[in-house]
């Protein structure tokens, strides 16, 4: 959204443009530039850092870079960053819109790229591609398993913290169970050891290791473009979906725990004795003590 925000005012204000400079980094290590130089107002710079560019880039990611932003990613670039775009505002296509759309959606473009990939092969019956795995957090990757029906995605999750791990296991095992209420979802499944199909990789786990989360994608949930876009998309996007619920999940009981809190001391407050009875007098002014 930020980057969107920074986009549309430099487009907006192309009468007028400034130099600015404006860096911002997500939750899983990667990082945004848009950067406009004071000599050169009108050339505005989108630069992308992601963990497994590398990875990303020989699984999809050249081609879809090559397809979606022809014209607008530089030969190299910004040091510091793997791809970087350029576009001249004051020269700019007939629907800004799009190239707005392209710059805030350039991380999910190139996260969902080995996604599609597989997909695509699955929906037009081909020669589906290797399996890979993506390093995309620290100590925690994606493994993609092509076949000629299905696709076979795992997330190896892990935390830090041994209360979000606790918390993390309950809502991944939840996750899993709830496929026996939600029609034509696909296969979920939650385990802590390996999978069959990660035997044959060299696969460490730390010591915040939760466990394995895996989705079976059949051509069903990708039959059209559409589906297609939409499973890349969510599961490009699953562990910060984790990462939000888990953080909301934590928020509501520390807000549960000091309710509690508040009306157990209101309790002990209402429960302190008064103190011994005053006397008081009667009509005649003579005083007595109520038993």
């Known amino acids: 959204m930020i980057v969107e ?86 020269n700019l296509p007939d629907d800004p819109e799009v190239l707005i759309s392209k710059c805030c959606q350039l991380k999910r473009n190139l996260m969902a790229a080995p996604f599609e990939q597989a997909f695509m092969a699955v929906q037009q019956k081909t020669t589906p591609p290797p399996p890979c795995s993506l390093p995309f957090r620290k100590d925690e990757w994606i493994y993609i398993f092509p076949a000629a029906n299905k696709v076979t995605v795992f997330y190896s999750v892990s935390f830090d913290d041994a209360n979000e791990q606790a918390i993390a296991r309950v809502f991944l095992q939840e996750f899993a169970e709830a496929k026996q209420r939600v029609k034509n979802g696909p296969p979920v499944s939650f385990k802590f050891d390996p999978p069959t199909e990660l035997q044959s990789m060299d696969v460490t ?49 520390a807000t549960r725990m000091r309710t509690r809190v ?12 008064k103190g011994p009875s005053k006397g008081k007098k009667n009509a005649k002014g003579k005083t007595f003590v109520r038993k």
């Open 5 to 90: 925000e920074t986009v549309r005012g430099k487009i907006e204000a192309a009468d007028r443009p400034e130099p600015c400079d404006v860096r911002l980094c997500d939750f899983d290590g990667a990082k945004f530039r848009v950067f406009v130089d004071a000599e050169a107002p009108t050339i505005v710079y989108v630069s992308i850092f992601v963990r497994c560019y590398a990875d990303l880039y020989d699984n999809g990611a050249a081609e879809m870079i090559a397809n979606v932003y022809e014209g607008l990613f530089t030969e190299e670039a910004e040091e510091g960053f793997d791809l970087t775009l350029c576009f001249d505002i004051a």
């Open 262 to 273: 508040a009306s157990l001391l209101k309790t002990l407050k209402e429960a302190k004795p």
């Open 205 to 253: 786990l730390p010591e915040s290791h939760v466990g394995f989360l895996s989705f079976i994608i059949f051509e069903s949930h990708v039959r059209n473009q559409e589906r297609l876009v939409n499973s890349a998309t969510l599961l490009q996007s699953f562990r910060s979906y984790l990462h939000y619920h888990l953080k909301a999940s934590k928020s509501y009981l």
